[in-house]
C-alpha cells in the first residue's frame, strides 16, 4: 500500500484567497496599504522569505506569518472551501487502505479545527503544521517525521507550491502538483488540475 501526504491550502482546500484577504485586513488595521494577491500568493510559496516581514513590516522568527494573527486567519478560513471533489479522492484512497497525513506550514494548532468543519479530518492519521522547533517545507522535516510512523515502504507528497516541490525533492520521495483551474495542455507529467486527474496519478502509485 501506499503513504500520501498531502498539503493543506492551495492543495486540498480552496483557501488562497481567504489568506490574501487576511494578510491585507491585518496590513490595514497597521495602517499599510494593500498587497497585490498574486504578490501575496509568489511570496507564500517562495522558499527562503520572511513572510512576516514582508507582509507586515515585522522583524518576525515566528515559523509562520500566522503567528500572532490567528483571529484573523480563522474569520477568513470561514471561507474556505475543499475542491471540488478533494473528499471523493480521500474516501477512495482510504478505500486502499493507504495511509493518509497532513504537511502544512500553517501553524499546527490551526489544522484540526479547519479539516473538522470541512468534514475531512478523520481520513488522516497524521496532521503535522509550523511550530517551534520544527523546520517548515521546504525542510523534509515533516515529511520524515511522518514517515517516521507511517506503515508503508512506499510514499508521495502532494503539494502545490515550490516549497512543497522542495521538501519532497529533499525526502527522496514522488511529488504530484496541484494546479487546479489550469487548461489541460499546460499539465506536466506529476501535475493535475481536476480532482480526476489526481486520483489517476495516485492510481499509479497503488499498481
Known amino acids: ?8 491550502d492551495g492543495t486540498l482546500i480552496d483557501s488562497e484567497e481567504c489568506i490574501c ?11 499599510l496599504v494593500p498587497l497585490t494577491h498574486s504578490f501575496i500568493k509568489e511570496s507564500t510559496h517562495t522558499p527562503g522569505l520572511n513572510c ?15 503567528v500572532g494573527f490567528e483571529a484573523y486567519f480563522e474569520a477568513a478560513y470561514k471561507e ?8 471523493c ?27 473538522a468543519r470541512l468534514n475531512i479530518l478523520g481520513y488522516f492519521s497524521a496532521v503535522l503544521g509550523s511550530k517551534i522547533g520544527r523546520e517548515s517545507k521546504p525542510s523534509p522535516m515533516m515529511i520524515e517525521l511522518i514517515l517516521q510512523n507511517a506503515p508503508f515502504e ?7 507550491g515550490n516549497k512543497d516541490r522542495g521538501a ?3 525526502a527522496k520521495i514522488p511529488y504530484l502538483h496541484a494546479k ?6 499546460s499539465l506536466k507529467e506529476n501535475e493535475f488540475n481536476t480532482a480526476l486527474e489526481l486520483w489517476g496519478l495516485i492510481n499509479r502509485f497503488l499498481h
Open 21 to 31: 484577504k487576511a494578510v491585507n485586513a491585518i496590513r490595514k488595521d497597521r495602517g
Open 52 to 66: 512576516a516581514q514582508i507582509f507586515y513590516e515585522l522583524d518576525s522568527i515566528a515559523p509562520s506569518y500566522k
Open 80 to 87: 474556505a472551501k475543499l475542491f471540488e471533489g478533494v473528499d
Open 180 to 185: 487546479w483551474g489550469a487548461e489541460s495542455k
Open 154 to 160: 512506499r510514499s508521495i507528497f502532494v503539494g502545490n
Open 168 to 170: 519532497a525533492q529533499r
Open 89 to 115: 479522492v480521500l474516501q477512495k484512497c482510504k478505500a486502499q487502505n493507504c495511509y493518509l497525513a497532513i504537511a502544512s506550514n500553517a501553524p499546527e494548532e490551526s489544522l484540526e479545527p479547519i479539516l
Open 1 to 8: 500500500m501506499l503513504n500520501i501526504i498531502f498539503d493543506m
